[in-house]
């Protein structure tokens, strides 16, 4: 396949960089962190989005080495953030499966000098599909290095909720479907955020609504509880030096 063959080469050729997308605080509106979001700009055909890449690079093995440059880079990047700010990395479910995992981590925070409580991991719930020894083992040492975890696109997939028992998730991620529509009147959306929330508070989690667009959605995700927000509102996917300088304005 000719999109495999071209992304081989993207790593070497330097094709790839990273957008950060400023997830903040409901409460203050403050930044207090962002996404790391893999970008790939083609020679011919220009930019090429992840959805369409990161499926490929994952049957074909090279999400791990992909998934090391991200999380290396994401570490490198985030190093010369101002305090507390936290940078989050998308774990895809092949690296997540792989032993070596927290190794690369704990390498990737220690070459960049970030503090592992400024780390956060992303991982999707297909993760609990074929649940294991092994993936408890594996939650067990990242939560050992001092990251955080995050759930991704949460309540979009088809496991079961039985995870969530022993799961050691420092947050939720309430998916931008939940999000889409939820602000008009009559909506089912902003139940099922609410029924999240409640779940999340009970368990000690925080919780991130995703793709928050509109005014309106800030003010119904804030009376729901939801802890952060993520979305175009507040900013799209930036340039490393973008993410910085509004750092440097305060937030
Ligand atoms: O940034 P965008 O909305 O185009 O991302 C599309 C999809 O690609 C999302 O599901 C997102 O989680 C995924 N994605 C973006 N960056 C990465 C990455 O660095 N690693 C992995 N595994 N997935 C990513
Ligand atoms: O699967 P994950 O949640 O990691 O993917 C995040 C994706 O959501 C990124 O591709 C990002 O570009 C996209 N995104 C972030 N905020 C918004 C938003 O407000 N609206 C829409 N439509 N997409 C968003
Ligand atoms: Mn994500
Ligand atoms: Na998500």
């Not at 990273?18 to 207090?32: C, F, G, N």
């Not at 999400?63 to 440059?69: L, P, R, T, V, Y």
């Amino acid at each position: 396949r000719q999109l495999e063959d071209d992304l081989r080469q993207a790593l070497a050729k330097g094709e790839l960089h990273l957008a950060y997308q400023p997830v903040v605080s409901t409460r203050d509106e403050k930044i207090k962190g962002f996404e790391a979001l893999v970008r790939w700009t083609h020679p011919v055909r220009g930019a090429v989005s992840p959805a369409e890449f990161v499926p490929v690079a994952e049957e074909c093995g090279l999400i791990e080495s992909i998934g090391e440059w991200v999380l290396r880079t994401a570490c490198m990047e985030a190093a010369s953030w101002p305090g507390e700010v936290r940078v989050a990395v998308n774990v895809s479910p092949i690296q997540f499966a792989n032993p070596a995992l927290p190794a690369l981590v704990t390498s990737a925070l220690a070459k960049a000098g970030l503090p592992p409580a400024r780390l956060e991991l992303e991982i999707t719930e297909s993760v609990f599909l074929h649940e294991t020894a092994s993936s408890e083992r594996m939650f067990r040492n990242l939560k050992g290095i001092g990251v955080r975890l995050a759930l991704d696109d949460f309540g979009t997939g088809y496991s079961s909720l039985g995870y969530l028992k022993t799961a050691p998730f420092d947050k939720i991620k309430i998916d931008q479907s939940f999000v889409r529509g939820a602000a008009i009147a009559g909506n089912r959306n902003a139940a099922i955020i609410k029924a999240i929330v409640t779940l999340a508070d009970t368990l000690g989690m925080e919780t991130t609504a995703e793709g928050v667009e509109i005014q309106d959605e800030i003010a119904l995700v804030r009376e729901l509880g939801c802890s952060h927000i993520q979305g175009y509102v507040y900013g799209r996917p930036m340039p490393a030096d973008a993410a910085a300088a509004l750092l440097g304005q305060g937030g």
